[in-house]
Protein backbone atom coordinates (compact mmCIF):
# COMPACT_ATOMS: atom_id res chain seq x y z
CA UNK A 1 0.00 0.00 0.00
CA UNK A 2 2.63 2.62 1.02
CA UNK A 3 4.29 1.35 -2.62
CA UNK A 4 1.46 2.44 -4.31
CA UNK A 5 0.78 5.75 -2.16
CA UNK A 6 4.74 6.80 -3.47
CA UNK A 7 3.45 5.79 -6.91
CA UNK A 8 0.53 8.34 -7.08
CA UNK A 9 2.45 10.94 -5.19
CA UNK A 10 5.28 10.54 -7.87
CA UNK A 11 3.41 10.57 -10.60
CA UNK A 12 1.09 13.39 -9.69
CA UNK A 13 4.10 15.46 -9.01
CA UNK A 14 5.25 14.94 -12.29
CA UNK A 15 1.62 16.03 -13.45
CA UNK A 16 1.90 19.15 -11.54
CA UNK A 17 5.68 19.87 -13.17
CA UNK A 18 6.18 21.65 -16.58
CA UNK A 19 7.44 24.28 -18.79
CA UNK A 20 5.58 27.16 -19.52
CA UNK A 21 4.23 25.39 -23.05
CA UNK A 22 3.66 23.17 -20.75
CA UNK A 23 0.76 25.33 -18.67
CA UNK A 24 -0.12 27.36 -21.25
CA UNK A 25 -1.55 24.39 -22.86
CA UNK A 26 -3.21 23.51 -19.78
CA UNK A 27 -4.99 26.26 -19.57
CA UNK A 28 -5.77 26.66 -22.78
CA UNK A 29 -7.93 22.98 -22.37
CA UNK A 30 -9.44 24.12 -19.20
CA UNK A 31 -10.80 27.81 -20.71
CA UNK A 32 -12.56 25.37 -23.45
CA UNK A 33 -14.10 22.71 -20.45
CA UNK A 34 -14.81 26.20 -18.69
CA UNK A 35 -16.92 27.20 -21.47
CA UNK A 36 -18.33 23.93 -21.74
CA UNK A 37 -19.61 23.73 -18.31
CA UNK A 38 -21.39 27.14 -18.51
CA UNK A 39 -23.16 25.62 -21.80
CA UNK A 40 -23.79 22.56 -19.94
CA UNK A 41 -25.40 24.48 -16.91
CA UNK A 42 -28.04 26.61 -19.77
CA UNK A 43 -28.91 22.78 -21.23
CA UNK A 44 -29.19 21.62 -17.13
CA UNK A 45 -31.35 25.04 -16.77
CA UNK A 46 -33.69 25.12 -19.31
CA UNK A 47 -33.27 21.49 -20.80
CA UNK A 48 -32.45 19.82 -24.57
CA UNK A 49 -34.05 22.88 -26.01
CA UNK A 50 -31.03 24.38 -25.57
CA UNK A 51 -29.60 21.79 -28.58
CA UNK A 52 -30.96 21.70 -32.02
CA UNK A 53 -32.17 18.02 -31.26
CA UNK A 54 -36.32 17.86 -32.03
CA UNK A 55 -38.66 14.96 -31.86
CA UNK A 56 -38.20 13.82 -35.36
CA UNK A 57 -33.57 13.72 -34.65
CA UNK A 58 -33.50 13.02 -31.62
CA UNK A 59 -29.93 11.81 -31.83
CA UNK A 60 -27.08 14.63 -32.78
CA UNK A 61 -23.74 15.85 -32.32
CA UNK A 62 -23.28 14.53 -28.87
CA UNK A 63 -24.27 10.63 -30.03
CA UNK A 64 -22.55 11.07 -33.24
CA UNK A 65 -19.13 11.99 -31.16
CA UNK A 66 -19.67 8.83 -29.07
CA UNK A 67 -20.40 6.57 -32.25
CA UNK A 68 -17.08 7.94 -33.50
CA UNK A 69 -15.18 7.88 -29.97
CA UNK A 70 -16.01 4.27 -29.06
CA UNK A 71 -13.88 2.99 -32.60
CA UNK A 72 -11.21 5.44 -31.64
CA UNK A 73 -11.49 3.42 -28.03
CA UNK A 74 -11.65 0.34 -29.76
CA UNK A 75 -8.33 1.01 -32.41
CA UNK A 76 -6.24 0.73 -29.28
CA UNK A 77 -6.34 -3.06 -30.46
CA UNK A 78 -4.33 -1.99 -33.53
CA UNK A 79 -1.08 -1.45 -31.25
CA UNK A 80 -1.89 -4.62 -28.72
CA UNK A 81 -1.98 -6.82 -31.41
CA UNK A 82 1.09 -6.55 -33.41
CA UNK A 83 2.62 -6.11 -29.94
CA UNK A 84 1.64 -9.40 -28.26
CA UNK A 85 0.69 -11.40 -30.78
CA UNK A 86 3.17 -10.92 -33.25
CA UNK A 87 5.96 -10.13 -30.75
CA UNK A 88 6.36 -6.36 -33.21
CA UNK A 89 9.38 -4.97 -30.42
CA UNK A 90 9.04 -1.50 -31.75
CA UNK A 91 5.42 -1.95 -31.19
CA UNK A 92 5.81 -3.37 -27.50
CA UNK A 93 7.54 0.10 -27.09
CA UNK A 94 4.92 1.96 -27.22
CA UNK A 95 1.87 0.10 -26.43
CA UNK A 96 1.18 1.47 -23.14
CA UNK A 97 1.19 4.99 -25.05
CA UNK A 98 -1.75 3.52 -26.83
CA UNK A 99 -3.75 1.88 -24.27
CA UNK A 100 -3.83 5.21 -22.12
CA UNK A 101 -4.87 7.24 -25.25
CA UNK A 102 -8.06 4.90 -25.22
CA UNK A 103 -8.24 5.50 -21.34
CA UNK A 104 -8.82 9.06 -22.20
CA UNK A 105 -11.03 8.56 -25.24
CA UNK A 106 -13.13 6.02 -22.93
CA UNK A 107 -13.65 8.84 -20.78
CA UNK A 108 -15.24 10.83 -23.58
CA UNK A 109 -17.60 8.43 -24.54
CA UNK A 110 -18.93 8.43 -21.18
CA UNK A 111 -19.03 12.22 -20.72
CA UNK A 112 -20.64 12.23 -24.47
CA UNK A 113 -23.33 9.59 -23.22
CA UNK A 114 -23.94 12.08 -20.05
CA UNK A 115 -24.41 15.00 -21.55
CA UNK A 116 -27.11 13.70 -24.35
CA UNK A 117 -29.34 12.76 -21.45
CA UNK A 118 -32.09 14.76 -20.59
CA UNK A 119 -32.62 13.50 -17.52
CA UNK A 120 -28.96 12.95 -16.25
CA UNK A 121 -30.32 12.82 -12.55
CA UNK A 122 -31.35 9.53 -13.75
CA UNK A 123 -28.39 8.39 -14.63
CA UNK A 124 -28.01 5.60 -12.53
CA UNK A 125 -30.47 3.18 -14.43
CA UNK A 126 -27.39 2.76 -16.62
CA UNK A 127 -25.67 1.04 -13.41
CA UNK A 128 -26.09 -2.81 -13.16
CA UNK A 129 -28.15 -3.96 -9.93
CA UNK A 130 -28.65 -0.48 -8.80
CA UNK A 131 -30.83 0.80 -11.57
CA UNK A 132 -33.41 -0.97 -14.13
CA UNK A 133 -30.57 -2.05 -16.27
CA UNK A 134 -32.53 -4.36 -18.34
CA UNK A 135 -29.83 -6.86 -19.20
CA UNK A 136 -29.73 -8.90 -21.30
CA UNK A 137 -32.82 -7.19 -23.42
CA UNK A 138 -31.36 -4.23 -23.93
CA UNK A 139 -28.86 -3.17 -26.60
CA UNK A 140 -27.83 -0.37 -24.55
CA UNK A 141 -27.21 -1.99 -21.69
CA UNK A 142 -24.56 -4.22 -23.68
CA UNK A 143 -22.72 -0.99 -24.94
CA UNK A 144 -22.83 -0.22 -21.26
CA UNK A 145 -21.07 -3.27 -20.23
CA UNK A 146 -18.54 -3.56 -22.75
CA UNK A 147 -17.51 0.48 -22.69
CA UNK A 148 -16.99 0.28 -18.81
CA UNK A 149 -15.37 -2.89 -19.00
CA UNK A 150 -13.04 -1.91 -21.49
CA UNK A 151 -11.91 1.33 -19.62
CA UNK A 152 -11.20 -0.85 -16.60
CA UNK A 153 -9.42 -3.18 -18.85
CA UNK A 154 -7.22 -0.51 -19.59
CA UNK A 155 -7.13 1.59 -16.89
CA UNK A 156 -5.75 -1.83 -14.90
CA UNK A 157 -3.23 -3.08 -17.59
CA UNK A 158 -1.52 0.21 -17.89
CA UNK A 159 -1.47 0.80 -13.97
CA UNK A 160 0.36 -2.43 -13.38
CA UNK A 161 2.33 -1.78 -15.98
CA UNK A 162 3.80 1.54 -14.87
CA UNK A 163 3.55 0.52 -11.33
CA UNK A 164 5.62 -2.37 -11.58
CA UNK A 165 8.35 -0.07 -13.96
CA UNK A 166 8.00 2.33 -11.34
CA UNK A 167 9.36 -0.07 -8.56
CA UNK A 168 12.26 -0.87 -10.97
CA UNK A 169 10.89 -4.20 -11.71
CA UNK A 170 9.74 -6.15 -14.49
CA UNK A 171 6.10 -6.61 -15.10
CA UNK A 172 5.06 -10.44 -14.95
CA UNK A 173 3.60 -11.27 -17.87
CA UNK A 174 1.56 -13.90 -16.40
CA UNK A 175 -0.12 -11.29 -14.52
CA UNK A 176 -1.26 -8.85 -17.34
CA UNK A 177 -0.90 -10.84 -20.30
CA UNK A 178 -4.13 -12.70 -19.73
CA UNK A 179 -6.25 -9.11 -19.21
CA UNK A 180 -4.19 -7.35 -22.74
CA UNK A 181 -6.15 -10.27 -24.97
CA UNK A 182 -8.89 -10.29 -22.97
CA UNK A 183 -8.71 -6.73 -24.04
CA UNK A 184 -8.44 -7.59 -27.57
CA UNK A 185 -11.43 -9.52 -27.51
CA UNK A 186 -13.15 -7.17 -25.49
CA UNK A 187 -12.31 -3.50 -28.14
CA UNK A 188 -13.69 -5.67 -30.79
CA UNK A 189 -16.54 -6.33 -28.92
CA UNK A 190 -17.28 -2.58 -28.23
CA UNK A 191 -17.78 -1.10 -31.38
CA UNK A 192 -19.46 -4.42 -32.91
CA UNK A 193 -22.15 -4.01 -29.68
CA UNK A 194 -22.36 -0.21 -30.52
CA UNK A 195 -23.42 -1.18 -34.33
CA UNK A 196 -25.80 -3.74 -32.95
CA UNK A 197 -27.38 -0.83 -31.13
CA UNK A 198 -27.51 1.02 -34.33
CA UNK A 199 -29.08 -2.22 -36.69
CA UNK A 200 -31.29 -3.49 -34.19
CA UNK A 201 -33.90 -0.26 -34.70
CA UNK A 202 -36.45 -2.25 -37.31
CA UNK A 203 -38.08 1.29 -37.58
CA UNK A 204 -34.58 3.02 -39.04
CA UNK A 205 -33.82 0.80 -42.65
CA UNK A 206 -30.76 3.26 -43.04
CA UNK A 207 -29.09 1.40 -40.11
CA UNK A 208 -30.48 -2.33 -40.93
CA UNK A 209 -27.82 -3.54 -42.62
CA UNK A 210 -25.45 -6.34 -42.01
CA UNK A 211 -22.34 -4.71 -42.78
CA UNK A 212 -22.72 -1.58 -40.47
CA UNK A 213 -20.59 -4.18 -37.60
CA UNK A 214 -17.84 -4.90 -40.41
CA UNK A 215 -17.74 -0.84 -41.49
CA UNK A 216 -17.88 0.21 -38.19
CA UNK A 217 -14.61 -1.61 -37.59
CA UNK A 218 -13.07 -0.70 -40.48
CA UNK A 219 -13.40 3.20 -40.13
CA UNK A 220 -12.21 3.11 -36.59
CA UNK A 221 -9.14 1.08 -37.76
CA UNK A 222 -8.42 3.64 -40.55
CA UNK A 223 -8.95 7.01 -37.80
CA UNK A 224 -7.67 5.47 -34.97
CA UNK A 225 -4.20 4.14 -35.93
CA UNK A 226 -3.96 7.87 -37.84
CA UNK A 227 -4.87 9.31 -34.52
CA UNK A 228 -1.46 7.81 -32.56
CA UNK A 229 0.50 8.27 -35.93
CA UNK A 230 0.31 11.86 -35.09
CA UNK A 231 0.06 11.34 -31.61
CA UNK A 232 3.48 9.28 -31.53
CA UNK A 233 4.82 11.55 -33.43
CA UNK A 234 4.21 14.85 -31.18
CA UNK A 235 4.95 12.76 -28.25
CA UNK A 236 8.36 11.59 -30.11
CA UNK A 237 9.41 15.67 -31.27
CA UNK A 238 7.84 17.00 -27.97
CA UNK A 239 8.99 14.70 -24.82
CA UNK A 240 11.65 12.91 -26.46
CA UNK A 241 10.32 9.36 -26.59
CA UNK A 242 12.20 6.86 -28.43
CA UNK A 243 9.45 6.00 -31.06
CA UNK A 244 10.69 3.84 -33.75
CA UNK A 245 9.93 5.00 -37.54
CA UNK A 246 8.84 0.56 -37.67
CA UNK A 247 5.96 1.62 -35.25
CA UNK A 248 4.50 4.92 -37.19
CA UNK A 249 5.01 2.35 -40.67
CA UNK A 250 3.63 -0.59 -38.93
CA UNK A 251 0.38 1.73 -37.98
CA UNK A 252 0.75 3.36 -41.60
CA UNK A 253 0.35 -0.11 -43.10
CA UNK A 254 -2.74 -1.36 -41.21
CA UNK A 255 -4.33 2.44 -42.13
CA UNK A 256 -3.14 1.33 -46.19
CA UNK A 257 -5.56 -1.54 -45.72
CA UNK A 258 -8.07 -0.82 -43.19
CA UNK A 259 -9.25 3.04 -45.00
CA UNK A 260 -9.48 0.69 -48.26
CA UNK A 261 -11.36 -1.80 -46.56
CA UNK A 262 -13.67 1.20 -45.39
CA UNK A 263 -14.10 3.18 -48.47
CA UNK A 264 -15.27 -0.04 -50.19
CA UNK A 265 -17.99 -1.01 -47.37
CA UNK A 266 -19.20 2.66 -47.63
CA UNK A 267 -19.58 2.30 -51.80
CA UNK A 268 -20.91 -1.28 -51.17
CA UNK A 269 -23.90 0.42 -49.25
CA UNK A 270 -24.16 3.28 -51.70
CA UNK A 271 -24.87 0.40 -54.27
CA UNK A 272 -27.38 -1.52 -52.67
CA UNK A 273 -29.16 1.53 -51.68
CA UNK A 274 -28.87 3.47 -54.54
CA UNK A 275 -29.57 0.97 -57.52
CA UNK A 276 -33.04 -0.86 -56.40
CA UNK A 277 -34.08 2.44 -55.81
CA UNK A 278 -36.79 1.31 -53.25
CA UNK A 279 -38.64 3.45 -50.57
CA UNK A 280 -35.86 2.68 -48.37
CA UNK A 281 -32.82 4.31 -49.96
CA UNK A 282 -34.30 7.81 -49.28
CA UNK A 283 -31.98 8.42 -46.54
CA UNK A 284 -28.90 7.57 -48.74
CA UNK A 285 -30.67 10.08 -50.85
CA UNK A 286 -31.30 13.08 -48.27
CA UNK A 287 -26.89 12.21 -46.87
CA UNK A 288 -25.51 12.10 -50.62
CA UNK A 289 -27.79 14.74 -52.68
CA UNK A 290 -30.19 16.37 -50.28
CA UNK A 291 -34.18 15.36 -50.09
CA UNK A 292 -37.57 17.51 -51.32
CA UNK A 293 -34.91 20.72 -51.20
CA UNK A 294 -32.73 19.86 -47.92
CA UNK A 295 -29.15 19.47 -48.87
CA UNK A 296 -27.62 20.27 -45.11
CA UNK A 297 -25.28 16.99 -45.12
CA UNK A 298 -24.21 17.14 -49.09
CA UNK A 299 -21.32 19.12 -49.04
CA UNK A 300 -19.91 17.07 -45.51
CA UNK A 301 -20.48 13.89 -46.59
CA UNK A 302 -18.69 14.88 -50.58
CA UNK A 303 -16.08 16.55 -48.58
CA UNK A 304 -15.52 13.51 -46.27
CA UNK A 305 -15.78 10.93 -49.00
CA UNK A 306 -12.96 13.18 -50.97
CA UNK A 307 -11.04 12.99 -47.41
CA UNK A 308 -11.07 9.16 -47.54
CA UNK A 309 -9.84 8.89 -51.00
CA UNK A 310 -7.03 11.55 -50.67
CA UNK A 311 -5.69 9.56 -46.99
CA UNK A 312 -6.00 6.13 -48.88
CA UNK A 313 -3.94 7.55 -51.81
CA UNK A 314 -1.71 8.98 -49.06
CA UNK A 315 -1.12 5.81 -47.44
CA UNK A 316 -0.89 3.07 -50.32
CA UNK A 317 1.78 5.45 -52.30
CA UNK A 318 5.12 5.58 -51.35
CA UNK A 319 6.10 8.75 -52.51
CA UNK A 320 3.62 10.40 -50.32
CA UNK A 321 3.95 8.44 -47.27
CA UNK A 322 7.62 9.54 -47.35
CA UNK A 323 7.30 12.91 -46.82
CA UNK A 324 6.03 13.22 -43.32
CA UNK A 325 4.22 16.62 -43.56
CA UNK A 326 2.23 14.33 -46.37
CA UNK A 327 1.75 11.78 -44.26
CA UNK A 328 0.31 13.81 -41.66
CA UNK A 329 -1.99 15.50 -43.42
CA UNK A 330 -3.21 11.92 -44.73
CA UNK A 331 -3.36 11.18 -41.14
CA UNK A 332 -5.57 14.32 -40.35
CA UNK A 333 -7.86 13.76 -43.48
CA UNK A 334 -8.49 10.27 -42.63
CA UNK A 335 -9.38 11.96 -39.11
CA UNK A 336 -11.92 14.29 -40.17
CA UNK A 337 -13.10 11.99 -42.98
CA UNK A 338 -14.15 9.77 -40.66
CA UNK A 339 -16.00 12.23 -38.20
CA UNK A 340 -18.05 13.17 -40.70
CA UNK A 341 -18.57 9.82 -42.78
CA UNK A 342 -19.52 7.40 -39.02
CA UNK A 343 -20.90 10.42 -37.25
CA UNK A 344 -22.98 13.19 -38.40
CA UNK A 345 -23.46 11.17 -41.81
CA UNK A 346 -24.33 8.03 -39.79
CA UNK A 347 -26.18 9.24 -37.02
CA UNK A 348 -28.93 12.06 -38.61
CA UNK A 349 -29.83 10.79 -41.99
CA UNK A 350 -30.75 7.51 -39.92
CA UNK A 351 -33.54 9.85 -38.77
CA UNK A 352 -34.43 11.63 -42.24
CA UNK A 353 -37.62 11.24 -43.28
CA UNK A 354 -39.17 10.28 -40.26
CA UNK A 355 -41.88 7.47 -40.34
CA UNK A 356 -44.54 9.67 -41.19
CA UNK A 357 -42.32 11.06 -44.29
CA UNK A 358 -40.96 14.19 -42.20
CA UNK A 359 -37.73 16.01 -43.83
CA UNK A 360 -36.16 17.95 -40.97
CA UNK A 361 -32.83 19.30 -41.28
CA UNK A 362 -30.14 19.45 -38.25
CA UNK A 363 -27.51 21.21 -37.33
CA UNK A 364 -25.17 21.22 -33.77
CA UNK A 365 -26.51 24.46 -31.75
CA UNK A 366 -23.90 26.81 -29.78
CA UNK A 367 -24.64 25.14 -26.71
CA UNK A 368 -24.15 21.75 -28.54
CA UNK A 369 -20.79 23.16 -29.89
CA UNK A 370 -19.34 24.17 -26.75
CA UNK A 371 -20.17 21.40 -25.02
CA UNK A 372 -18.59 18.76 -27.44
CA UNK A 373 -15.30 21.19 -27.76
CA UNK A 374 -15.69 20.80 -23.89
CA UNK A 375 -15.07 17.42 -23.62
CA UNK A 376 -12.71 16.65 -26.56
CA UNK A 377 -10.89 19.27 -24.79
CA UNK A 378 -11.03 17.18 -21.38
CA UNK A 379 -10.09 14.22 -23.18
CA UNK A 380 -6.78 15.66 -24.66
CA UNK A 381 -6.60 17.12 -21.23
CA UNK A 382 -6.32 13.52 -19.30
CA UNK A 383 -4.42 11.78 -21.91
CA UNK A 384 -1.81 14.96 -21.66
CA UNK A 385 -1.13 14.08 -18.17
CA UNK A 386 -1.78 10.40 -18.06
CA UNK A 387 1.44 10.90 -21.16
CA UNK A 388 3.01 13.56 -18.27
CA UNK A 389 3.09 10.33 -16.00
CA UNK A 390 3.88 7.65 -18.39
CA UNK A 391 6.74 8.79 -20.37
CA UNK A 392 8.81 9.36 -17.35
CA UNK A 393 8.79 6.17 -16.02
CA UNK A 394 8.73 4.59 -19.49
CA UNK A 395 12.29 6.21 -19.79
CA UNK A 396 13.64 5.10 -16.27
CA UNK A 397 13.58 8.76 -15.28
CA UNK A 398 10.72 8.80 -12.72
CA UNK A 399 11.59 5.56 -10.45
CA UNK A 400 10.50 4.59 -6.30
CA UNK A 401 13.17 6.36 -3.97
CA UNK A 402 15.65 4.39 -2.54
CA UNK A 403 14.50 4.88 0.98
CA UNK A 404 10.91 4.25 -0.16
CA UNK A 405 11.68 0.63 -1.78
CA UNK A 406 11.11 -2.72 0.53
Same mark, same amino acid.
Given at each position: ???????????????????????????????????????????????????????????????????????????????????????????????????????????????????????????????????????????????????????????????????????????? /? %?? #?????? @????? !??? $??? *????????????????????????????????????????????????????????????????????????????????????????????????????????????????????????????? /? %?? #?????? @????? !??? $??? *?????????????????????????????????????????????????????????????????????
Amino acid at each position: MLDFFEFVKGTGGAMLRGSRGYYLWILFLLSWMALGVFAYAHQLRVGLVATNMVDQIPWGAYIANFTYLVGMAAAAVMLVIPAYVYDDHAMHEVVVLGELLAVAVLTMCLAFVMVDIGRPDRFWHLMPVIGRFNWPMSMLSWDVIALNGYLVLNFTITTYLLFTKFRGRKPD /R %RK #YVPLVF @LAIFW !AIS $IHT *VTAFLYSGMGARPHWNAAILAPRFLASAFSAGPSLMIIALTIIRDVMKFPVKDQALNRLRQIVAVTMLINLFFFFSEIFTELYSYNHHAASMRYLLFGLQGHTKLVPYIWTAIALDVFAALVFTT /R %RL #YANPTV @LRLGC !AAA $IVG *VWVEKGMGLVIPGFVPSPLGEVVDYVPSFTEFCVSAAIWAMGTLVYTLLLKAAVPIELGELRMSKEALP
